[in-house]
């Protein structure tokens, strides 16, 4: 996370940029088990996955790539990218005011 958000008078603007870097690592953590083959019947795998397709809901299957692991990076890479920058465009804009 970048430092211009740490020290800056306004929190709510380091809020919303954890929470949009936390978001984005959950997406990236599940394509990264899904590109692995992690074992979807672990707790971990299972929440993690729980957890992506809830925020990637909307974005995924918005490709119909023919190879599973292309839609998968696909949907839950475009969330992902969305989160970061949406995220800290709005961290940016709470942390000038």
Known sequence: ??????NGANPAGRV?????DVAALILGLWILMY?????????LVRFVHDAASWLA????DLFTFDEAWARVVAGY?????V???AGH???????RH
């Open 35 to 43: 590109l692995l083959e992690a074992n979807r019947a672990n707790d």
């Open 89 to 95: 465009a709005i961290a940016r804009r709470i942390h």
């Open 57 to 60: 809901g909307w974005s995924y």
């Open 1 to 6: 996370m970048s430092t211009r958000y740490r």
């Open 16 to 20: 919303v940029a954890i929470v949009a």
């Open 83 to 85: 989160y970061l920058f």
């Open 77 to 81: 890479g475009l969330a992902a990218v």
